[in-house]
């Protein structure tokens, strides 16, 4: 093992001399973020930035046509992501640098397999007796160049296939590579060289060579390439680790520093608690990928590349946190990525200010919410039992409300032995996102996705009205256009913004030149700030800010709403009295037509269940108690016994629902003033929707008139059919049910007679103790009876019979007698292979199926001729 190079900065220098001598150009680091149309969402290799010359889309700038360089890289995000294993795994960085050296149509195998070999032996001083080579299966070239040339001993040299076959994608460049890999010794793991799966942390590969030699269309084909190309990739931090006699990349220098940095930090020591080291390493490589990612101009978002950043700098916090680092950090370690890498990156140092605010304040807003949402999520899993899973519901109120990604979330679940509802988590996600549509410039707004702080700042919040009055006049404070028509803002407003499960409000907005504008919905731009959604095709384009408008809702649907909302209140109520206190509300939907109640709870409710809480909600209704909503202090709200909602964030000062003398709950929604104006209340469904999660579906007021009018016509329709009064309906369907069945066994009972007929003149044609033949007038079920009676009442080695069912679907059923020599599964062979279709594969009855019945007398020909008849 070399003593000379042991560092990155050393290996660094001696790649750029190796190279440089050997004609290559020296290319500079291209930023994390590609360019090229097919690129991923980060550069994550070292021949990313050379992709248009591999595909022959812009002359190769290079007089040489070589080149050298060393390239970060991250793969966080998309198809290339390795940040779950970061941390876990000694073999895995979210950021990295590739070194590389590329030729473009210039020199090929022989050359960079020669200068590869020189390289490792000759600069890096590697022990050769513990480097293993692989080439791909088709390569006789390169496993020649290195037995002959270079004179790797044939037993380290091992062929792969889709190991040693590299692809740009589906379609485009490819080639065979040729990788050397490093013998770590027994300690590692067991023999077999790189080919073993079992011993991938002994073998670590730790150089590949792609020859790119060949074009795949989209039929597959390969053809050869004009130019003939060399790419390698060897990536730095693993090359140190060789160099040190290490496995893991995490004794690079640099990483080590930041590592042993996390452990000054904390207090911790390294090696003396794999959850703590585990810590430490997340820490090191996120803070290197936070402090790159932010100097090539990514900032923390919710959306793509600034999501992924954002999911990192969580990530390292929360691994922090984990360490009992409660103060800040990030900004520090950052410090040190910067200072051991801006030699080479100056941007890093160039960057360093606004890399340390940026980290600083997402260190310090996640900081704010990681205690919430952690004593959240703890709560959620210890009331969780076996291997239920963490509900969708909430893991998206962690990530909507605490800033948890789900990945976090779920990292946090396995650790406790759950899994989670990600179902649920992305279809409420992909319901946000509707409601965030992008944006463009309108009007005299300002010209970014969705500039509604600027409008807050600018003229205020919404002032909600909608609890005293369904009409104001209102001044527009903000217009937004989307690609579903126009958002707009206004001071003032009856309309209820979507939120708490109840859908937003709509209505109209009056112009002063009287006229109407339609509001299709109505939704929280952001937190006291309503956003009108007015239809796209409607005349808007004159609306201005400061313009007066009259702001109606449509009463009736409010009404129909609010109903089902202190409906929904109720049920609760009326479930834990039923069930017990540990049911707690899990989502709701509160809409015009119907309201739905989600909670937890083991098993599903019985008939005698859902009509007590039935009949519990409903005599609550016709009590027709007052009901109350009131603004008071959160604690004073608790003493007296008011629930939270599910998902719902509440301040210091909250309101508080009281339906009634019963139910008490936190809620900012809006409600009938009395129960009688429910009307009444029927539960239309319960079921699960998740393990210990269930659902009630219910409708209120006209919608239970509907309801009822719906059964009375389903009753009078089924009286018609069973031909007997209303009043007899039971005893009609009773009689009619049990003539049908005396009908089917009637029917049956001459079925098997009629098949036992048949079997009588059909096993005379057998031959040799095997019947081969067609019948008609069966279906697939008597066909196996069939069947199985010719064998036994003809004592037949094998029976072979098809038919074509009235649904025009061959079968063909084959039996075989104990110990004949063919099993029912090898006489369906033939039959499957002329039918298309599969088989069985039961050794005494098999039965096989197709899609053409007149490939049916074709197949049992092809029977015949299987058994020799």
């Not at 279809?427 to 409601?435: A, D, H």
């Not at 702080?453 to 919404?462: L, P, Q």
């Not at 079921?687 to 008139?705: D, K, Q, Y």
Request: hydrophobic share 40%; net charge negative; with cysteine.
């Amino acid at each position: 093992m070399s003593q000379e190079i042991t560092t990155e900065a050393q290996l660094r220098a001696a790649w750029y001399e190796f190279w440089s001598a050997r004609s290559h150009e020296v290319v500079k680091s291209a930023s994390l973020i590609p360019t090229h149309p097919t690129a991923p969402m980060f550069v994550n290799s070292g021949m990313m930035q050379f992709v248009q010359y591999f595909l022959d889309e812009e002359p190769v700038p290079f007089k040489t046509k070589r080149a050298t360089s060393v390239q970060k890289c991250v793969r966080a995000g998309g198809k290339h992501n390795d940040l779950d294993a970061v941390g876990k795994s000694l073999r895995h960085l979210s950021f990295f640098e590739m070194m590389g050296n590329f030729s473009f149509g210039d020199y090929f195998k022989e050359n960079a397999i020669k200068w590869a070999w020189e390289f490792v032996s000759d600069v890096l001083k590697i022990d050769t007796s513990k480097v293993w080579v692989t080439v791909h299966v088709s390569d006789d070239e390169a496993e020649q160049i290195w037995l002959n040339d270079i004179g790797v001993p044939a037993d380290r040299i091992q062929r792969l296939d889709k190991d040693n076959f590299w692809e740009m994608g589906e379609t485009g460049p490819c080639g065979p590579s040729t990788e050397l890999f490093y013998d770590f010794g027994p300690d590692f793991g067991p023999e077999g060289g790189p080919a073993n799966p079992d011993a991938e942390h002994r073998f670590i590969e730790f150089w590949n060579v792609v020859f790119m030699e060949s074009f795949r269309d989209s039929s597959g084909t390969l053809t050869p390439l004009p130019n003939q190309h060399v790419d390698t990739g060897a990536g730095l931090e693993r090359l140190v680790g060789v160099l040190r006699g290490s496995p893991s990349l995490y004794s690079c220098d640099t990483l080590e520093a930041l590592v042993n940095e996390a452990a000054k930090v904390s207090g911790k020591t390294v090696g003396a608690h794999p959850k703590d080291d585990q810590a430490m390493r997340v820490i090191a490589d996120h803070v290197r990928s936070a402090t790159f990612l932010i100097s090539d101009g990514i900032i923390p978002s919710n959306e793509g590349r600034g999501y992924v950043l954002r999911r990192i700098i969580r990530r390292a916090v929360r691994f922090a946190y984990l360490l009992g680092i409660m103060d800040e950090m990030m900004p520090h370690m950052a410090d040190l990525a910067i200072d051991t890498h801006k030699n080479y990156y100056p941007e890093l140092d160039e960057q360093r200010d606004l890399i340390r605010k940026t980290l600083a304040s997402e260190e310090a807003k996640f900081r704010s919410a990681l205690e919430t949402g952690l004593s959240i999520l703890g709560s959620e899993l210890k009331g969780l039992k076996g291997d239920a899973m963490l509900s969708g519901e909430t893991a998206f109120v962690l990530h909507d409300t605490h800033g948890f990604p789900l990945e976090i979330t779920a990292e946090i679940a396995e650790d406790a032995g759950h899994d989670v509802d990600v179902d649920t988590f992305r279809k409420l996600m992909t319901e946000q996102r509707e409601r965030a549509r992008a944006s463009r410039k309108k009007g005299n707004v300002s010209d970014q996705a969705i500039d509604y702080k600027a409008i807050m700042d600018v003229h205020g919040a919404t002032e909600f009205v909608g609890r005293d009055t369904y009409e104001t006049t209102a001044k527009i404070t903000g217009l937004v256009a989307s690609d579903k028509g126009t958002e707009v803002v206004l001071d003032r407003s009856p309309f209820y913004a979507e939120g708490g499960g109840q859908i937003g409000d709509t209505g109209v907005l009056t112009l002063g030149s009287g006229q109407d504008l339609a509001v299709l919905d109505t939704r929280p731009a952001m937190p006291g700030l309503h956003a009108h959604m007015v239809a796209a095709g409607a005349d808007a384009d004159g609306l201005q800010i400061g313009d007066a408008v009259t702001a109606k809702i449509d009463a009736e649907r409010r009404g129909a709403i609010q109903r089902n909302h202190t409906s929904v209140h109720l049920i609760h109520w009326a479930l834990r009295k039923v069930l017990g206190t540990h049911v707690k509300q899990q989502g709701s939907y509160v809409g015009a037509d119907r309201l739905r109640f989600d909670f937890n709870h083991f098993n599903p409710l019985s008939d005698d269940e859902l009509r007590e809480i039935e009949d519990l909600i409903n005599a609550q209704v016709l009590s027709n108690a007052p009901c109350q909503h009131l603004e008071m202090g959160r604690d004073e709200a608790i003493e007296k016994g008011a629930l939270a909602f599910f998902g719902e964030k509440y301040g210091d000062t909250v309101r508080v629902m009281f339906a009634g003398p019963e139910s008490i709950e936190l809620c900012g929604g809006t409600h009938v003033s009395s129960l009688g104006q429910i009307g009444l209340i029927t539960i239309l469904s319960e079921s699960s929707i998740g393990s210990n999660l269930r659902r009630i579906e219910a409708v209120t007021g006209a919608g239970v008139l509907n309801e009822y009018r719906r059964l009375k016509d389903d009753v009078a329709a089924a009286t018609a059919i069973a031909g007997v009064p209303v009043g007899q309906l039971q005893d009609g369907l009773t009689r009619r049910m049990t003539e049908l069945s005396d009908l089917q066994a009637e029917k049956k009972a001459l079925s098997l007679r009629l098949e036992n007929t048949m079997a009588d003149g059909l096993v005379a044609q057998a031959v040799s103790g095997k019947l081969v033949l067609r019948v008609e007038g069966v279906e697939a079920d008597g066909l196996k009876r069939l069947a199985e009676t010719l064998q036994a009442k003809g004592d037949l080695d094998a029976v072979v019979i098809g038919t074509v069912t009235s649904a025009g679907r061959p079968s063909v059923v084959a039996v075989s007698k104990e110990g004949f020599d063919q099993t029912a599964s090898d006489m369906l062979d033939p039959i499957s292979a002329v039918m298309g279709g599969g088989h069985g594969k039961q050794p005494r009855v098999a039965v096989a199926g197709g899609k053409d019945a007149s490939k049916i007398d074709a197949a049992l020909d092809a029977a015949k001729a299987h058994l020799g008849l």
